[in-house]
């Protein structure tokens, strides 16, 4: 005969077969072993229902009329599944694909514990519903996007999109909708984008009122309010300097700050002396930076002045402040040096211009 009646058996890869030229009156035949109830049986290519044979030894077939000379009895013995120990076998020499007892595919590995310390293989959890790849000395995931520009993987949340990973001219960019940060690997800077990756101006902040970052480090300058020369500060600093009267007066008091912002530089200053001693000079030495010009100052306080002196002025001059006293309320063009006297102090804050 010419093919099967009845069910068609199964591929061979998960199946045994038996088969056997009958003498007459033949009922038993020894097969190479099979599990009851996983077989099918064949005379002469008809299969026989259950009734019409005993298979329940694991070896033995038996049928319940003898078969006459020359039949052809064939048995088909089926291989068991085993959930919690399948494998598929790469070239028949090592594991490829488990699947164990939990519902987990394991591609080359044959344990998982759901924690990022398994061995290196690719984890698709049916337990979890995870997918996870880990990979020794290298990257553990690639994904290609050929032809054109666009998304190149996508995220999502209760069905719908939140956002992408995608490229454009070569670059990556990463985002959600229009809030989305080009990379850009030739100009070396990192540009805010909208879904597809186009450019976006003045629309993106970074951080917010209630939502800011710490503190950021810059080696150049920030442009604010426009993109020109003008508009860029490129530092800005606070520190203590130290006045000085010079020579070898004895100072009780010596404190100074500064505030400099771009090429303008706040100070304020307190200075006291308990001996003037040989070479002091009405010039305060100590600038924290050399002022670009001259530039006016307020004492806010000074008392210890010589007594002849009505008003106390000065400017800043290169790298010092020179004091002047006014001898009269009237005598304003009449100016000189003022004239200090030991315990003599002096506060004063002033704002100039610098080129350092």
């Not at 049928?63 to 052809?72: E, K, P, Q, V």
């Not at 494998?87 to 490829?96: H, Q, R």
């Amino acid at each position: 005969m010419s093919g099967y009646i009845g069910t068609q058996p199964v591929p061979q890869a998960t199946q045994t077969r038996d088969s056997f030229t009958a003498t007459s009156g033949q009922t038993s035949f020894a097969t190479g072993g099979y599990t009851p109830n996983f077989l099918d049986v064949y005379l002469n290519g008809v299969k026989l229902a259950s009734a019409d044979y005993t298979a329940t030894n694991g070896s033995d077939v038996v049928l319940a009329s003898g078969a006459a000379t020359g039949d052809i009895l064939e048995v088909v013995a089926f291989t068991t599944f085993n959930s919690a120990s399948s494998s598929i076998d790469d070239n028949g020499n090592a594991t490829a694909i488990t699947i164990d007892s939990n519902e987990n595919v394991l591609v080359g590995t044959t344990s998982f514990a759901g924690s990022f310390n398994d061995p290196a293989g690719i984890y698709l959890s049916g337990q979890y519903d995870y997918l996870q790849a880990i990979r020794s000395g290298g990257a553990a995931a690639g994904f290609s996007r050929n032809s054109s520009d666009g998304s190149i993987v996508n995220f999502g949340k209760d069905g719908t999109t939140v956002g992408s990973i995608g490229t454009t001219n070569g670059d990556t960019y990463i985002g959600t909708g229009d809030t989305t940060l080009l990379f850009k690997d030739g100009n070396d800077a990192i540009y805010p984008r909208n879904a597809t990756g186009g450019a976006r101006d003045g629309a993106i902040d970074w951080g917010g009122a209630t939502n800011r970052f710490k503190d950021l480090y810059l080696s150049g300058g920030i442009y604010l309010g426009g993109t020109a020369a003008a508009n860029k500060l490129e530092d800005y600093e606070e520190g203590t300097w130290t006045p000085s009267l010079g020579g070898n007066a004895v100072h009780n008091i010596q404190e100074g700050y500064y505030v400099k912002v771009g090429g303008i530089v706040y100070i304020t200053m307190g200075i006291r002396a308990s001996t003037l001693g040989t070479g002091s000079t009405v010039q305060i030495t100590g600038l924290p930076f050399t002022a670009a010009y001259d530039a006016g100052i307020s004492p806010s306080y000074y008392d210890g002045i010589a007594t002849n002196i009505y008003t106390l002025n000065g400017n800043i001059g290169t790298t010092t402040i020179t004091l002047y006293g006014r001898t009269s309320a009237t005598n304003a063009a009449s100016q000189t040096p003022a004239i200090f006297q030991n315990n003599a102090r002096v506060y004063l804050s002033a704002t100039y211009r610098t080129n350092a």
